[in-house]
């Protein structure tokens, strides 16, 4: 009975690959500084699987920056713009395409599927010349194979690839990429030839765009292109794997039919229509990879209900052709639970990291094969049962009020128009109203007092005095530049969704749980192991503390439900719309106290609202639904006059303008940053609707000061779609990671070319 991983984080269990590309990048560090450091992951990771006893140990999932990008060098496929001349590629034309360089910009990076991981977009065309142009999968498996261990390289499959690469500057966007295919299956052929000579005996393609709705011209691509690999994989054994959702009917069987293939690996966490699929007909012969840990959370595996789910296949495909494996690679949890010092004993037994998954794979497959280690499984059965019953788990109170949300629709009473009216006449703002999206720039000194305060140096008299002067100076700052809405600057917040979830019970933190964004970026999400709710209020104190510095609208400045939701590690013992419902009942509490305590405008970001849509269409208006039905609860019970925002940051709308209209907020803003006319056209259809919105006038990505002309001009392109009185006027996202010396002529020219805008109108 065999194991599988099907790939492994890169950074490292303290990010030690992070601070090595840091420092190399700040040209600190040498270039074999980096591969040393690189080098040295990737075999305790190797040795780390090889010692749990895993038969099929990934290689080629290391990689410097992203697995994406890491084809398109295979491929050569680097944009002209690099002026890259051939031969191996090295540090210089990869990273310039990551990351960009002096003289021309990075490539472009987008969302892998619906994970928080962001790959680099493949730039192709008609015209792109491919060649073999990185070794590293070759590499990678003579560098394992030196150690005697002898792994699968793993490759982003050939249609994958190209379906998720876009149309090059200049080719025409309904230039088909899949026409591609014949130019770069000779080179996945030349890495599979070397790879054979260097003695690997079976290689993995993943595939996950497998688990789209796919027409069947894209299916025929996947048949086509294994046809014309196998004779290239004869000899080798090759698993397809797909990940991250269910399977349909049409795009199992193209799977199970493709020519070359041993074997098929499905995330079977995520896919339970994918299980009855295999379960009413698999190939004969054929390897399944049963993708039973959850590569995607950090919970640990119901390893009796796996070995159910598994006995149950190895009937159905064969004792010695079921291999136990990942949901999908583990690049997407935390590394190891054994660097995490501050969680209690009972909350870790719930938990299982990268490094732990990979024991419970072996334990599962030990099991199977009759040497169930029944020490290691009832230890399991026990911190299962235990995280069923712990009163931390559970709030009956929570539970019954979350409940009775989900049945009825909760909207403000009052339509938009009439809501807005009402409000103006309290806040009596200007035409074009000026306002920022919430934080100020984080100042070293800001960072340190936090630091400070957290490890118990600074006392807590001394910390909110620290605070209040910076809430004044930001306040005073906003006064002089004459911002109309202000805010208090978000100084007390680390990150968002971690301030708001230290403050509600059911929620845990760990100290290294990172997880790759992208290049060097880490996230640390938090994780919600509990029925949620709100001890006390959060944000209270500061927003009345700021409202009593000025006498204009200070806005409350919230994290939504949604947002919380998506950017945690979520319980799997319910559904996400049920712990969304309470959160929302959370900030909900806490939008009635801010109300309370005199502030009339209160801004609830949705930043991550898109980021949850399902990958497969028939899911997504379930999802859409309850995720703005969350969002309507936090702020159904205030007053007309009190103004309710919300903050997006993205400008991918079009397949959602209804749910933002849905949500119902009297004032959106939005990231406007790159396309002006697509989104504003957009939004002409949701005008009708008569809210705010405020398309951010600058991009804060950057550290360019925009000048008064260049604002004015971009209002003024808005005002030619958006009516006079519902245009809001404010930069694209928070200040938080800008420096002073850019915010303040940035906001100076912003406030400027609206007091200009207004004499005109
Ligand atoms: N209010 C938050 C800020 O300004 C919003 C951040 C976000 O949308 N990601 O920082
Ligand atoms: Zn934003």
């Given at each position: 009975m065999a194991s599988h991983i099907v790939g492994y984080p890169r950074m490292g269990p303290k990010r030690e690959l992070k601070f090595a590309l840091e420092s190399y990048w700040d040209g600190k560090s040498s270039a074999e500084d980096l591969q040393k450091v690189a080098a040295d992951l990737r075999s305790s990771i190797w040795k780390q699987m090889a010692s749990a006893g895993i038969k099929y140990i990934p290689s080629n999932t290391f990689s410097y920056y992203d697995q994406v990008l890491d084809t398109t060098a295979m491929l050569g496929a680097v944009p002209p713009r690099y002026n890259w001349t051939g031969g191996e590629i090295g540090f210089d034309t990869y990273?310039?395409?990551?990351?960009?360089?002096?003289?021309?910009?990075?490539m472009e990076m987008t969302k892998w599927f619906d994970t928080n991981y962001h790959f680099i977009v493949p730039e192709l065309g008609p015209d792109v010349k491919f060649s073999y142009s990185s070794h590293k999968a070759v590499h990678e498996y003579k560098e394992a194979k030196a150690l005697g261990i002898d792994t699968v390289p793993v490759f982003v499959g050939p249609v994958s690839y190209l379906l998720l690469s876009k149309p090059a500057k200049g080719v025409d966007k309904s230039f088909s990429l899949l026409s591609l295919l014949d130019k770069i299956l000779p080179i996945y052929q030349e890495v599979v030839t070397e790879l054979k000579q260097a003695g690997a005996t079976w290689v993995q393609l993943d595939e996950p765009?497998?688990?789209?709705?796919l027409d069947a011209n894209i299916l025929k691509a996947f048949t086509d292109a294994y046809s014309k690999l196998e004779s290239t994989l004869s000899g080798l054994n090759v698993i397809v794997e797909t990940y991250f959702a269910d399977i349909t009917p049409e795009a199992f069987k193209t799977l199970v039919s493709l020519k070359g293939v041993t074997g098929f690996g499905f995330d079977l966490v995520r896919g339970s229509k994918s299980l009855d699929l295999i379960k009413s007909g698999f190939p004969k012969g054929k390897y399944l990879f049963a993708g039973v840990v959850d590569g995607r959370n950090i919970w640990a595996n119901d390893l009796a209900g796996s070995l159910n789910t598994l006995q149950a296949l190895e009937g159905i495909v064969g004792k010695d052709k079921l291999v136990v494996s990942t949901s999908c690679s583990?690049?997407?949890?935390?590394?190891?639970?054994?660097?995490?010092?501050?969680?209690?004993?009972?909350?870790?037994?719930?938990?299982?990291?990268?490094?732990?998954?990979?024991?419970?794979?072996?334990?599962?497959?030990?099991?199977?094969?009759?040497?169930?280690d029944e020490a290691f499984f009832s230890a399991n059965a026990a911190a299962q049962a235990s995280r069923k019953s712990s009163p931390r788990v559970t709030n009956e109170a929570v539970q019954k009020a979350a409940a009775a949300l989900r049945g009825s629709d909760h909207r403000r009473a009052t339509n938009v128009s009439d809501r807005l009216d009402a409000q103006q006449k309290k806040l009596n703002l200007p035409v074009l109203p000026t306002t920022t999206i919430g934080s100020f720039p984080q100042t070293i000194e800001l960072r340190r007092v936090r630091r400070e305060y957290k490890a118990n140096k600074i006392s807590e008299d001394d910390y909110v005095k620290a605070i209040k002067e910076e809430i004044n100076k930001v306040v005073k700052l906003q006064e002089e530049l004459d911002v109309d809405v202000l805010v208090h600057g978000e100084p007390e917040r680390n990150d968002m969704v971690e301030y708001f979830g230290e403050q509600l019970s059911g929620f845990a933190f760990t100290v290294n749980g990172w997880v790759q964004s992208y290049g060097s970026r880490c996230v640390k999400p938090p994780i919600i192991f509990g029925d949620v709710s709100r001890p006390k209020a959060m944000t209270v104190f500061w927003s009345s503390t700021a409202q009593s510095m000025t006498s204009r609208p200070m806005k409350g400045m919230l994290t939504g439900p949604v947002t919380i939701l998506n950017w945690s590690f979520v319980r799997n013992d319910q559904p996400r719309f049920e712990t969304c419902y309470q959160i929302a009942m959370a900030i909900k509490n806490e939008v009635e106290d801010l109300e309370k305590a005199g502030i009339n405008v209160?801004?609830?970001?949705?930043?991550?609202?898109?980021?949850?849509?399902?990958?497969?269409?028939?899911?997504?208006?379930?999802?859409?639904?309850?995720?703005?039905?969350?969002?309507?609860?936090?702020?159904?019970?205030?007053?007309?006059?009190?103004?309710?925002?919300?903050?997006?940051?993205?400008?991918?709308?079009?397949?959602?303008?209804?749910?933002?209209?849905?949500?119902d907020a009297d004032v959106i803003t939005i990231e406007n940053s790159r396309s002006d006319e697509k989104l504003l056209s957009v939004f002409r259809e949701g005008v009708k609707y008569g809210a705010g919105i405020g398309p951010g006038v600058y991009d804060i990505h950057s550290p360019r000061i925009p000048s008064t002309e260049e604002i004015a001009d971009r209002i003024n392109k808005m005002l030619a779609v958006l009516e006079t009185n519902i245009l809001w006027v404010n930069p694209d996202c928070g200040l938080k990671t800008r420096k002073y010396t850019e915010v303040k002529p940035a906001l100076q020219n912003m406030v400027t070319a609206a007091k200009l805008l207004r004499t005109k109108l």
């Open positions: 990273f310039s395409m990551a990351r960009g360089n002096a003289s021309v910009p990075a765009l497998l688990v789209m709705d583990l690049l997407h949890t935390a590394v190891d639970l054994v660097n995490e010092t501050k969680l209690d004993h009972e909350l870790k037994s719930w938990f299982a990291f990268a490094a732990q998954k990979v024991v419970e794979v072996n334990a599962l497959a030990k099991a199977l094969a009759g040497q169930k209160i801004q609830i970001d949705e930043a991550a609202l898109r980021e949850g849509l399902p990958l497969r269409k028939s899911e997504q208006a379930f999802y859409l639904d309850w995720a703005v039905h969350s969002f309507r609860i936090t702020n159904v019970g205030v007053k007309d006059t009190t103004q309710i925002h919300t903050h997006m940051c993205y400008s991918n709308f079009n397949d959602i303008i209804q749910s933002i209209i849905d949500m």
